[in-house]
Nanobody
Framework: QVQLVESGGGLVQPGGSLRLSCAAS????????MGWYRQAPGKQRELVTS???????NYANSVKGRFTISRDTVKNTVYLMMNNLKPEDTAVYYC?????????WGQGTQVTVSS
């Protein structure tokens, strides 16, 4: 069983930055693909970015060049660095950990980009 706890969300002005963290209880080894999803009001949850056990990354076109995902296997933590934030980035951000068999979700953290 893996539990994921996100932190780091908040209110930021357009153009600002935030760093989200996802701390995992239990070992997140190289079998796990770690990802960040987001869900805006009235919209479906969407994949923002993911990182494999060998640190191969994937980004949604809307965040390429602005967001960076990283993982610390010693601390069992995944990070999402978000730069040049835009109002359309406003959403609840969810951490996800998955293998071929299991999928785990965090409770989500709110990110609001507004002046």
């Amino acid at each position: 069983q893996v539990q994921l706890v996100e932190s780091g969300g908040g209110l930021v002005q357009p153009g600002g930055s935030l760093r989200l963290s996802c701390a995992a209880s239990g070992s997140i080894d190289s079998r796990y693909v770690m990802g960040w999803y987001r869900q805006a009001p009235g919209k479906q949850r969407e994949l923002v970015t993911s990182i494999t056990g060998i640190s191969s990354t994937n980004y949604a076109n809307s965040v390429k060049g602005r967001f960076t995902i990283s993982r610390d296997t010693v601390k069992n933590t995944v990070y999402l660095m978000m730069n040049n934030l835009k109002p359309e980035d406003t959403a609840v951000y969810y951490c996800n950990a998955r293998t071929l068999i299991f999928t785990y979700w965090g409770q989500g953290t709110q990110v609001t980009v507004s002046s």
